[in-house]
T-cell receptor, first 115, second 110 residues
Framework: SAVISQKPSRDICQRGTSLTIQCQVD?????MFWYRQQPGQSLTLIAT?????????ESGFVIDKFPISRPNLTFSTLTVSNMSPEDSSIYLC????????????FGPGTRLTVL | GQQLNQSPQSMFIQEGEDVSMNCTSS?????WLWYKQDPGEGPVLLIA?????ELTSNGRLTAQFGITRKDSFLNISASIPSDVGIYFC??????????FGGGTRVLVKP
């Protein structure tokens, strides 16, 4: 499986600021995904990061709040904008496996705390 | 939308015990995945199941894709302390989206 890294691994931010999270993969992948994991909860898909086009957002998530970039097949960023304490979560990127997006592998996550 | 009911929500294990957890859905899935998440880490894929009835092992772990395509279970045999963590099931129906269960928190008996 691909090796996935995320930066930063954790951060503490002030309300009203924005944070950009990076996801780097060691091989080219077509599908990349961003998930949110609120404290003590399961994973919720935020959006699919599409290379060369706008991300596809899930219900309840909007581009103004979570802008995503996907400049190439190995890299993506997720920005959490105008943060509030409710945005405190772990943010995870995932990539498809060799047989496609029915198997996904996750990065180590970015633990975000908003004060 | 689709929902996965994962049970139990938590369980205590004693070293050497066999434990089991399962996921059920009201709708059909084409793929079932089982992940383990340790504190401060991302979920790690343990087992992937792609066909109804499929039974797959990975060391002491065994998982099955239910014949109705609406359920899956994961067994851990002869548990050891490092089995502690949170286990998530995930299913995929049409398209690329994975739906996750609520997780089973595995703890060590005091």
């Amino acid at each position: 499986s691909a090796v996935i890294s995320q930066k930063p691994s954790r951060d503490i931010c002030q309300r009203g600021t924005s944070l950009t999270i990076q996801c780097q993969v060691d091989s080219q992948v077509t599908m990349m995904f961003w998930y949110r994991q609120q404290p003590g909860q399961s994973l919720t898909l935020i959006a699919t990061a599409n290379q060369g086009s706008e991300a596809t957002y899930e219900s309840g998530f909007v581009i103004d709040k979570f802008p995503i970039s996907r400049p190439n097949l190995t890299f993506s960023t997720l920005t959490v904008s105008n943060m509030s304490p409710e945005d405190s979560s772990i943010y995870l990127c995932s990539v498809e496996g060799a047989r496609g997006a029915d198997t996904q592998y996750f990065g180590p996550g970015t633990r975000l705390t908003v004060l | 939308g689709q929902q996965l009911n994962q049970s139990p929500q938590s369980m205590f294990i004693q070293e050497g015990e066999d434990v089991s957890m399962n996921c059920t859905s009201s709708s059909i899935f084409n793929t079932w995945l089982w992940y383990k998440q340790d504190p401060g880490e991302g979920p790690v894929l343990l087992i992937a199941l792609y066909k109804a009835g499929e039974l797959t092992s990975n060391g002491r772990l065994t998982a099955q894709f239910g014949i109705t395509r609406k359920d899956s279970f994961l067994n851990i045999s002869a548990s050891i302390p490092s089995d502690v963590g949170i286990y998530f099931c995930a299913g995929q129906a049409a398209g690329n989206k994975l739906t996750f269960g609520g997780g089973t928190r595995v703890l060590v008996k005091p």
